[in-house]
Each structure stands twice: as structure tokens, then as C-alpha cells.
């Protein structure tokens, strides 16, 4: 009989040999025709399933609200940089993604995996924070460089209160706030932060919408998809602030000699 060639790439995710293309099994025809948005597409693509519209519209929203925090972040300031220097769009946009990390932005699977360790051992938050510090590491999701106790992050609030009302289970997001009661007794700026909150807030949505198994929920953990999320959504920013700077035709960034400490 034939014996088929070994292929040298493998793809389970879509198909574009038919008449049209599928994501995860959805033509396009549905998808334009149908009820279906941005985080449906992210659902069929990244998850390989659909999930529920209070699931699409948390990830919609978390898209939305991570899209940009200004031209003074790390990202952005890359971007406009790299924009002043006169380089193309893509190089714009991959100067400010890599900044990207556990510092800024690349915290929400380092939270998903600490907080679901920490919750799912029972670990009370002074000990979960304690523990961290012992190793010499920061809690991922708690902290922020303008946010604090009396100056809360409204990404965060909105989030949560859009979770407190539509999820069938928020108990990531009281483990999460209730390390932050904890570390904000220590310093006014340990807030929970976006990353923390999406954080915490994905795991609730793995772990009661019923559409994935525990297998599957500690897959996306360890694989690290959450980050994704961050990149995705502050790539629309990035471009905004690389077109921004070519609109306004910007010179050559140097960073003034006054603002450097010499000490050679
Ligand atoms: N856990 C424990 N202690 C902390 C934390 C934390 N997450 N963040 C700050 N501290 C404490 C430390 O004692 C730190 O002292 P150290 O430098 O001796 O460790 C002290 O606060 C002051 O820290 P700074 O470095 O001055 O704080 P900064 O304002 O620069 O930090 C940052 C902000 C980078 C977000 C920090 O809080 C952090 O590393 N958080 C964890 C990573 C994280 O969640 N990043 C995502 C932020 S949200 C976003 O980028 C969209
Ligand atoms: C962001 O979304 O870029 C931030 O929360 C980081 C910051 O310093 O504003």
C-alpha cells in the first residue's frame, strides 16, 4: 500500500487548504456572519475551542485595557526611540515588545503559576510572600512604579468587578487580593497589579468555565500562554507610538548629558 511521507511540520490549530480557511474548524464565513469577535478568534487559535461570551468579552477586555499606559513605559519609550531613528514599523514594534518581561508586563504567567501553587496548597498569603522573599524573589503581579494604595490601578478595578459579576468562581482573584492586603501593609506601591489581576483572574476562568480539564489548566500554566495576552495587546500601542513619532516628524532621540551621571 502507500506509505505516506513523514511531514516535517505538524499543525492542529487551523486550515487553509479548502475552499476557505478555518480557525480550529470555523470557516471565515462564520466568523465575519456569526456572533463572533476578537476573542473568539484568540479563543479558536490560541485555546482551540470556543468558550462562552462572558470568556471572549473578559479577553476582549483585557486586549483593550492592556493596549497602552502611555509613552513613559519601557515599551513604548523603545518605540518611539527606535521610530525617532528613522527604522520601519516592524523594528518600531520589536524594539518595544522586547522589553516585555518579568519587570514589565511578562508577569501574568509567573502570577497564574505562584498564586495557583500558593491557593491550591492552602499557603496563607504572609507565608506564600515570606517564602518569596526568602528565595530572594519579588511576588510577580504585586507592585507597580505609579500605582499604590491610594492611587489604584482602574484596569484592575474594572477587571474585577467585570470577573465578580460574570464568573461562575473568583477564587484566584480573593487569593490575589488577599496577598496584596498583605503586601500593602509593607509598602503603599505593592498593589496588585494588571498583570497580577489577569493573573489570577485567567486561572478562575480555566478553572470554572467547565471548557478545560485540570490536564489543561496546568498545560497553559507551564507552557506560558498568559503573557501572550500582554504582548498582543500592547503591540496596538507600540504601533500607535512608532506612527505617532513619524506623523510628527521627530528628529534623532538623544538623551540630554544632564540627565546622565558621569562618574568615570
Ligand atoms: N514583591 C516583593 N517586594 C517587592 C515587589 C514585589 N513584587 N516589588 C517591589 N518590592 C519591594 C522590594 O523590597 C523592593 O526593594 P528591592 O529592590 O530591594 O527588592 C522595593 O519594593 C522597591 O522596589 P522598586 O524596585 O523601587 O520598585 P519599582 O517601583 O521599581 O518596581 C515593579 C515596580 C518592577 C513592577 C516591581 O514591583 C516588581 O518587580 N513587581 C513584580 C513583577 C511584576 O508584577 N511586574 C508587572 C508590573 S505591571 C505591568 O508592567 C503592566
Ligand atoms: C503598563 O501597563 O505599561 C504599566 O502598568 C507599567 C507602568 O509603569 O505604567
Same mark, same amino acid.
Given at each position: 500500500?502507500?506509505?505516506?511521507?513523514?511531514?516535517?511540520?505538524?499543525?492542529?490549530?487551523?486550515?487553509?487548504?479548502?475552499?476557505?480557511?478555518?480557525?480550529?474548524?470555523?470557516?471565515?464565513?462564520?466568523?465575519?456572519?456569526?456572533?463572533?469577535?476578537?476573542?473568539?478568534?484568540?479563543?479558536?487559535?490560541?485555546?482551540?475551542?470556543?468558550?462562552?461570551? =462572558? @470568556?471572549?468579552?473578559?479577553? !476582549?477586555?483585557? *486586549?483593550?485595557?492592556? #493596549?497602552?499606559?502611555?509613552?513613559? %513605559?519601557? +515599551?513604548?519609550?523603545?518605540?518611539?526611540?527606535?521610530?525617532?531613528?528613522?527604522?520601519?514599523?516592524?523594528?518600531?514594534?520589536?524594539?518595544?515588545?522586547?522589553?516585555?518581561?518579568?519587570?514589565?508586563?511578562?508577569?501574568?504567567?509567573?502570577?497564574?503559576?505562584?498564586?495557583?501553587?500558593?491557593?491550591?496548597?492552602?499557603?496563607?498569603?504572609?507565608?506564600?510572600?515570606?517564602?518569596?522573599?526568602?528565595?530572594?524573589?519579588?511576588?510577580?503581579?504585586?507592585?507597580?512604579?505609579?500605582?499604590?494604595?491610594?492611587?489604584?490601578?482602574?484596569?484592575?478595578?474594572?477587571?474585577?468587578?467585570?470577573?465578580?459579576?460574570?464568573?461562575?468562581?473568583?477564587?484566584?482573584?480573593? =487569593? @490575589?487580593?488577599?496577598?496584596? !492586603?498583605?503586601? *500593602?501593609?509593607?509598602? #503603599?506601591?505593592?498593589?496588585?497589579? %494588571?498583570? +497580577?489581576?489577569?493573573?489570577?483572574?485567567?486561572?478562575?476562568?480555566?478553572?470554572?468555565?467547565?471548557?478545560?480539564?485540570?490536564?489543561?489548566?496546568?498545560?497553559?500554566?507551564?507552557?506560558?500562554?498568559?503573557?501572550?495576552?500582554?504582548?498582543?495587546?500592547?503591540?496596538?500601542?507600540?504601533?500607535?507610538?512608532?506612527?505617532?513619532?513619524?506623523?510628527?516628524?521627530?528628529?534623532?532621540?538623544?538623551?540630554?548629558?544632564?540627565?546622565?551621571?558621569?562618574?568615570?
Amino acid at each position: 500500500g502507500k506509505v505516506r511521507a513523514p511531514t516535517h511540520v505538524v499543525s492542529t490549530i487551523c486550515d487553509d487548504r479548502g475552499e476557505e480557511p478555518t480557525y480550529y474548524g470555523v470557516t471565515m464565513s462564520e466568523l465575519i456572519t456569526g456572533d463572533y469577535g476578537i476573542g473568539d478568534v484568540l479563543a479558536l487559535l490560541w485555546f482551540k475551542r470556543k468558550l462562552p461570551k =462572558y @470568556a471572549t468579552k473578559f479577553i !476582549e477586555m483585557c *486586549l483593550m485595557l492592556c #493596549a497602552d499606559h502611555g509613552p513613559c %513605559v519601557s +515599551g513604548a519609550h523603545n518605540s518611539i526611540v527606535t521610530s525617532r531613528a528613522g527604522k520601519d514599523l516592524v523594528s518600531c514594534l520589536v524594539s518595544g515588545l522586547l522589553t516585555i518581561g518579568p519587570r514589565f508586563g511578562g508577569a501574568i504567567d509567573d502570577a497564574a503559576r505562584c498564586f495557583k501553587e500558593a491557593c491550591d496548597k492552602g499557603l496563607a498569603p504572609p507565608d506564600f510572600v515570606e517564602g518569596l522573599k526568602r528565595q530572594g524573589k519579588r511576588v510577580p503581579g504585586i507592585g507597580h512604579r505609579i500605582k499604590s494604595k491610594d492611587n489604584r490601578d482602574k484596569r484592575v478595578e474594572l477587571l474585577q468587578n467585570y470577573a465578580e459579576k460574570f464568573f461562575p468562581a473568583t477564587r484566584y482573584l480573593q =487569593y @490575589a487580593v488577599s496577598v496584596e !492586603e498583605y503586601t *500593602l501593609g509593607k509598602a #503603599a506601591n505593592l498593589v496588585l497589579n %494588571v498583570d +497580577g489581576c489577569i493573573g489570577a483572574l485567567f486561572l478562575d476562568l480555566l478553572s470554572s468555565s467547565g471548557a478545560f480539564s485540570a490536564k489543561e489548566v496546568d498545560e497553559v500554566i507551564s507552557i506560558g500562554y498568559l503573557n501572550g495576552l500582554f504582548v498582543l495587546a500592547r503591540s496596538i500601542g507600540l504601533i500607535g507610538h512608532a506612527l505617532d513619532q513619524k506623523r510628527l516628524q521627530e528628529p534623532l532621540y538623544r538623551h540630554p548629558w544632564e540627565d546622565v551621571l558621569y562618574t568615570s
